[in-house]
């Protein structure tokens, strides 16, 4: 498989692609496709958690996603791709036409903050979108994991509950925190009345654990998407004067068995590059599932 860099370096995509000859359009999807497009997105849940958790939470059409939902349908006009453009940047394809038109769309948005793919999907999607597309700024390589039955009982955990407001000062220096670790730019600097508030949306919408003593965080986790095939975590966060004593086990192992009274499977992406949490996860019976690329794009 060809790293980033000789893909970019190339300059002949349908060398390396030839079977994207058809060309697709990719068209703006409204509230009136939402039952398809879930049921498109329902055929690969654990690999489509951030498009459809969007959805869900917001609708097709809302300033919440940051972007618009656009479609491409087969001649037969059933859907062949679903795909989010915006600020971020993420697709669901069965061929590689409609990764091509979604690249064709996303060279058109000049201020996207991430590219979120499984591996090859990702390498494709470049290959189209590269010459007339954003820089990457920074590249990485994720791991899915993901937890099912039967999840092995650890030592309980009395205070892990879901977040409230009053829970809010503490939750966003420490998710601004995980953000940081990952993309390398603090949204405390870049974006704080926003991100804030998309922090308290969270904790509205019961998507926020954590365990607070003595008004001290000692640990945290965010849903993304939450639905009867999967849900998905992100921003898994141990205050740093209490890593080592096997909080982050303990907490994620009793999240999961309570998540898992309610969907089928939970999910993660680890950093390649975090070999600690990677650990961590697997103690607790995460299993590998895929590789993905995470492309942070230069912005305007």
Not at 185 to 191: A, F, V, Y
Request: hydrophobic share 40%; charged share 25%; aromatic share 10%.
């Amino acid at each position: 498989m060809q790293s980033l860099a000789e893909i970019r370096q190339s300059t002949n995509a349908q060398h390396l692609y030839p079977s994207a000859v058809n060309v697709l359009t990719a068209l703006p999807l409204t509230e009136d496709d939402r039952d398809e497009v879930l049921e498109f997105l329902s055929e690969r849940p654990i690999h489509t958690f951030g498009l459809a958790g969007f959805i869900r939470d917001n609708g097709v059409v809302s300033p919440h996603n940051r972007g618009t939902f656009y479609a491409c349908r087969d001649e037969a006009g059933q859907l062949e791709g679903v795909a989010l453009i915006g600020h971020f940047i993420l697709f669901e394809a069965r061929t590689e036409r409609a990764i091509a038109a979604f690249a064709r769309v996303a060279q058109q948005c000049t201020n996207a903050h991430l590219l979120l793919a499984e591996q090859e999907d990702a390498q494709t999607f470049w290959t189209h979108y590269w010459p007339e597309g954003q820089p990457v700024r920074l590249y990485c390589r994720e791991l899915l994991f993901e937890q099912r039955w039967p999840i092995a009982v650890r030592e309980p955990v009395d205070g892990l509950r879901l977040a409230t407001m009053d829970d809010l000062d503490l939750i966003v220096p420490a998710h601004a925190e995980t953000v940081v670790l990952e993309s390398g730019i603090n949204p405390l600097e870049t974006d704080p009345e926003g991100f804030r508030a998309r922090c308290a949306r969270r904790i509205e919408m019961n998507k926020t654990w954590v365990w607070v003593e003595d008004s001290k965080l000692i640990f945290k986790a965010e849903i993304v998407s939450d639905t009867e095939d999967v849900i998905y975590l992100e921003g898994v966060w141990v205050n740093p004067q209490e890593r080592g004593n096997g909080y982050g086990s303990r907490c994620t192992s009793q999240l999961c068995r309570i998540l898992l009274q309610r969907t089928k499977s939970v999910c993660i992406l680890v950093n390649d590059k975090f070999k600690s949490a990677q650990s961590v996860y697997k103690k607790v019976g995460f299993k590998f599932v895929a590789y993905y690329d995470t492309m942070f794009l230069k912005q305007e």
